[in-house]
């Protein structure tokens, strides 16, 4: 009888100092602290037979930041106004429609990308504000 005692007073105490030490929830910045160290291992990632996404970086104030490399061109090869009209274009309705980017419109994640040519050279960026999608 005693040991059944000592068990449920046991359970009682550890149900009540969970309560009061629960760890408090996670900003937004710090889940996407944990975003991007997930998408960092296993990085680089080979997009497609032009792109390549080196890293992504949380920033403060719900923003992340894609880092790709354009592999198979120098930047004076590249249209910088067609590449960022056609990523705005894509990655705006892919945030609206895919159902894993809830997340995203419901914190109110801005994007950045940020692309270089396959020399490392900067090539220009861009910026997705939450208020697009």
């Known amino acids: 009888m005693k040991i059944i005692a000592g ?78 009209s056609n990523t705005k274009e894509y990655m705006t309705n892919m945030i609206k429609t895919n159902p894993k980017a809830k997340y995203f419109r419901d914190n109110k994640i801005e994007i950045l990308l940020n692309y270089v040519d396959q020399k490392g050279l900067y090539v220009c960026n861009l910026t997705i504000p939450s208020t697009d999608y």
Not at 17 to 29: G, I, R, T
Not at 53 to 81: E, F, M, P, W
Request: aromatic share 6%; hydrophobic share 40%; no cysteine.
């Open 7 to 84: 068990i449920v007073i046991l359970f009682i105490v550890t149900s009540i100092l969970k309560m009061f030490l629960k760890e408090p929830d996670l900003s937004v910045d710090k889940e996407l602290v944990l975003i991007s160290n997930e998408i960092n291992k296993r990085a680089p990632i080979t997009v497609d037979s032009m792109t390549r996404l080196d890293n992504v970086q949380a920033l403060t104030g719900n923003r992340l930041q894609y880092n790709y490399s354009i592999t198979n061109a120098d930047k004076d090869q590249i249209d910088t106004s067609i590449l960022k």
